[in-house]
């Protein structure tokens, strides 16, 4: 089945300051890459997803890059602001398939 | 309501007894699944049901653990003969669609710990 490999696992920056999360997939025929974000204590919620026929996706300060030859695609959040910390969950959806598979989440903290 | 709904929202047991965890999922919504995530860890997926078609159970950790979803809306996870183990937060989540189509939405979880 699909493997999803997502790192770091915990990730500190300084508020402004820029924050990459990077997942790698197994499955080439995996074609919809999500990122949710979960908040202490709260359910995870879709910040920005990508599908497989484009490579890059923007939605203010946060932007995902998706490298199909290579399997993988990484999350940038930039002008980081406290309220970005959270841990956040990449996923994907194999084509002909019919369940996300998480990766297992990046603890991004955003010190003051 | 407005989102997916989960019941209880904390449950204690003892070792040995049976639970039930309830997901009311939006309404209309044809995706339902059920995800696990144990303290500081991601989301293990367990099963998934689509409208009327048989559901995917190839998540389901072991006999003990059974899911049904009753007239394609309500559904209940079962576990049976609870181990400390099985101590997690479970999140229920659906989907208007299946997963590649659309976003899924979470309910709150039911915090399950095992004594």
């Known amino acids: 089945g699909e493997n999803v490999e997502q790192h770091p696992s915990t990730l500190s920056v300084q508020e402004g300051d820029s924050a990459v999360i990077k997942c790698t997939y197994s499955?080439?025929?995996?074609?919809?890459f999500p990122w949710y974000k979960q908040e202490l204590g709260k359910r995870p919620q879709l910040i920005i997803d990508?599908?497989?026929?484009?490579g890059e996706k923007k939605d203010q300060r946060i932007a995902v890059t998706l490298n199909k030859t290579a399997k993988h695609f990484s999350l940038h959040i930039t002008e980081t602001q406290p309220e970005d910390s959270a841990v956040y969950f990449c996923?994907?959806?194999?084509?002909?398939?019919?369940?996300?598979?998480f990766g297992t989440g990046t603890q991004l903290k955003v010190e003051l | 309501g407005a989102g997916v709904s989960q019941s209880p929202s904390n449950k204690v047991t003892e070792k040995g007894k049976d639970v039930e965890l309830r997901c009311d999922p939006i309404s209309g919504h044809t995706a339902l699944y059920w995800y696990r995530q144990s303290l500081g860890q991601g989301l293990e997926f367990l099963i998934y049901f689509q409208g009327n078609s048989a559901p995917d159970k190839s998540g389901l950790p072991s006999d003990r653990f059974s899911a049904e979803r009753t007239g394609g809306s309500v559904s209940t996870l079962t576990i049976q003969r609870t181990q400390q183990e099985d101590s997690a937060v479970y999140l229920c989540?659906?989907?208007?669609?299946?997963?590649?189509?659309?976003?899924?939405?979470f309910g709150e979880g039911s915090r399950l710990t095992v004594l």
């Open positions: 996923a994907s959806f194999p084509g002909g398939g019919n369940k996300l598979t």
């Open positions: 990508i599908r497989s026929n484009v």
């Open positions: 499955d080439s025929a995996s074609n919809y």
């Open positions: 989540a659906s989907s208007p669609t299946s997963g590649n189509t659309g976003e899924l939405f």
